[in-house]
C-alpha cells in the first residue's frame, strides 16, 4: 500500500500540524530533525509529509500527487479550485481586512478607488460583491506601503494583531473574512482511500475539538 | 513581434505515435461496447453558438468558454462538451423518428482553462446520449454501458452514484433564497464542513438542517442509504433514496463489490440534471474518467421535452494510464528496408507489399543510393536489407 501523502504548509502551520499529529500518536521525529529533506516518513511510514510552500500544497493536492494538504483559507480563497475542504483545522487564526490611514473617508466621494494587495482574486471578488469598480495593483511585500507613499487608497491584506498597521498610522475599516488552518483532500483520494482518510480525519478531529 | 511558430498553445500537445496507438485502441474498445449495445454515431461541429452553452443551469461559465464570431458578428464557441448539442440535434433533426434514440459520439471538447495549471484545454471524450427513455430501466442501461466501458479499458475504478432529486427535495423545504441554496450546495460538492456548518448555524434546526449538515460524509456502501434514510423519513427526499438503493441492489448483481459506491454529496452546478448522476475514479488519475446523469429537464429547453440521460467518458486519461509503463520514447523503426536499383523502384515497392503482406515489418527504401540507406539503417537500427534488381 501507498503511503498516505500529506502536503503541508512549510513555518508555523507545519509545527501545529505537526504537534496535532503527535497528540494523536504518530512519531514525528524526522520531520522535527528534517534536515534538508523535503519527503518525510512519519509513524510507521503510513504517512509521508511533503513540506512546500503554501500556493504549491494546493497544486499538489489538486493534482493528485499528494493526497491531503494543510494550508491556510487565505491561499485557498487566492488560488484555490477544485479540491475537497475537509476541515477547519483550528490554528494559524487570522482575518482578512480592508484598511487605510486612520480616520479616511474611503468610500466619501466617486472616485474609483485604487487598492494594493498581495491577493487580487480575494480583493476583486470582495469589491465585486459591493458592486464596486475598483482598480487593483499586486505588490509583492509591505503592503501598508501602498497608501503611505501615495499608491493606493487602501489595502486588502492578512491582519492577525494589527500592530503593523497600528505603527504606521493604518487602521482595519472593514473585515474580508476570517482566516485559519484547513485541511484538505484531494477529489479522488477522498473516495478511493475512504477508510484511511476519514479514520485519520476523525482522529484529528477530535484532537482539535478537545 | 515574436511568431509563435514553433510551439502550441498552452493546454494543447502533438500526440505522437504509442499515444496514438493507445488513444486509438481505448477508442476502437469503447465504440465496439457503444455499438454492440445498439447505439449509433453522430458527430456535431466544432464550433457552435454561445446562446447553446449559456442557457441558464448549463453550468458553463463564459471565461471557460473559448471564442469567435461568425461573419455576422453572432458569438461562436468551441463546444465545451457535447450533450448540448446533442440535445439540439435530437429535438430538430430527429424529432420526428421513434425513441429511444441511441447515439454515440467521439470528439473533443474545449476548455480554457487558468494558466499554469498544467490542465489540458482540449480533451477526447466518448460518450452516449439515451433520448426519449425514462425509468429505472433506462438508467440501468446508461450505468451498465458505463460500467462496461471501465471494465473493458482500466483495472481498478471506482464509479459512484447520487441523486440530484435528493439535495433538491431536501432544500426545498429549507425555505431560505436561492443565494444560499447555492452556497449550501458548493459547500456540499468541496466537502467544505466548516463552510456548511457556518451557513446552517443561522438556520433553524429542523430535520432537514440535520440531514444536508451530514452530506458531505455521505458516501460509501449501501450503508450510506441506511443512514440517510433514517433522517428522511416521509420527505420527498425519501424516494431518491429508495430508488438509489434499488438500483444499488440491481448492479450488485454484477459482482463488482466496493467498485460501485454511493455519494448522496454529488451536487452538480450543472443543474440540468434532474435524476442519478454518477462520476467514475481511477487510481492515479487526480480528475473523474466519466461524469454523466439524467437531463430530463434539459431537453424541455428545445421544445421537446422527454427523459434522456448519459455520461462522457475521457479518453485522454485512460489512454494515458494505459500508457504509463508502456511508454517507449523511441521513433517507430522498421525491420526491413527494401531499396530498389535504378529502374526497379515499382519492383521493389511491389516486393514490400508482399512482404507486408506475409506479416513483416517492411518499408521501401527512398534514399537515392544503397550506401545512404545502408548508413540509416545503422544508425536507426534497421535489422535487415534487401535490394530489389534483375
Known sequence: ???????????????????????????????????????????????????????????????????????????????????????????????????????????????????????????????EDKNMDVRIIKIEGSVELGPLIGLSDAIVDIVETGSTLRENGLEVIEDVCPISARLIANVVSLKMRKQEIEALVDLLGKEVDA | MKKNLMITPEGTKDYLFEECISSGKIQKKIKDIFISRGYSQVDTPCIEFYDLFSMEDSGFSQ????????????????????????????????????????????????????????????????????????????????????????????????????????????????????DTIEAIRSSIESKNYSSLNIILDKLPDSPQVTAIRKLPR??????????????????????????????????????????????????????????????????????PVISGGRYDKLMSNFDFPTGAAGFAVNIDYIAEINLKDRRKDTAPVPKILVCAKDGYEIKAIQKTKELVAQGKNAVFSVFATYEEAKDYAENAGVEEILTVGE
Not at chain 1, 483545522?89 to 468610500?107: E, I, M, S, V
Not at chain 2, 471501465?150 to 431536501?170: K, Y
Open chain 2, 63 to 178: 471565461e471557460t468558454m473559448f471564442k469567435t464570431t461568425d461573419n455576422r458578428g453572432r458569438l461562436l464557441v468551441m463546444r465545451p462538451d457535447s450533450t448540448l448539442p446533442i440535445a439540439r440535434m435530437a429535438a430538430t433533426r430527429l424529432k420526428h423518428l421513434n425513441t429511444p434514440l441511441r447515439l454515440f459520439y467521439g470528439q473533443s471538447v474545449y476548455k480554457n482553462n487558468p494558466t499554469l495549471k498544467g490542465r489540458s484545454n482540449e480533451v477526447m471524450q466518448m460518450g452516449i446520449e439515451l433520448i426519449g427513455a425514462t425509468g429505472k430501466r433506462a438508467d440501468l442501461e446508461i450505468l451498465t454501458t458505463a460500467i462496461d466501458c471501465l471494465s473493458a479499458t482500466v483495472e481498478d475504478f471506482r464509479i459512484e452514484i447520487g441523486h440530484a432529486g435528493f439535495f433538491n427535495a431536501l432544500v426545498e423545504r429549507l425555505n431560505v433564497d436561492p
Open chain 1, 1 to 127: 500500500m501507498q503511503p498516505l501523502r500529506i502536503a503541508l504548509t512549510k513555518g508555523r502551520l507545519e509545527k501545529d500540524t505537526i504537534k496535532l499529529f503527535q497528540k494523536i500518536g504518530y512519531d514525528c521525529d524526522s520531520v522535527v530533525n528534517k534536515g534538508r529533506k523535503l519527503i518525510l516518513p512519519i509513524g510507521n511510514g503510513e504517512i509521508e509529509i511533503v513540506l512546500a510552500k503554501a500556493a504549491d500544497v494546493i497544486t499538489y493536492v489538486e493534482h493528485g500527487v499528494c493526497d491531503l494538504g494543510v494550508v491556510g483559507k487565505d491561499t485557498i480563497l487566492e488560488k484555490g479550485e477544485s479540491f475537497y475542504e475537509l476541515f477547519d483545522l483550528g490554528f494559524g487564526k487570522c482575518k482578512f481586512a480592508l484598511a487605510t490611514q486612520k480616520g479616511k473617508d474611503l468610500y466619501g466621494g466617486y472616485k474609483a478607488l485604487t487598492i494594493a494587495t498581495k491577493y487580487p482574486n480575494v480583493t476583486r471578488r470582495f469589491f
Open chain 2, 218 to 287: 455521505m458516501f460509501g456502501g449501501e450503508e450510506v442509504i441506511e443512514k440517510a434514510l433514517k433522517f428522511c423519513n416521509g420527505t420527498k427526499a425519501e424516494n431518491s433514496l429508495c430508488y438509489l438503493k434499488e438500483l444499488y441492489q440491481d448492479l450488485s448483481i454484477l459482482g463488482l463489490g466496493d467498485k460501485i459506491t454511493i455519494d448522496l454529496g454529488i451536487v452538480q452546478q450543472t443543474n440540468y440534471y434532474s435524476g442519478i448522476v454518477f462520476t467514475a475514479f481511477v487510481t492515479g488519475i487526480g480528475d
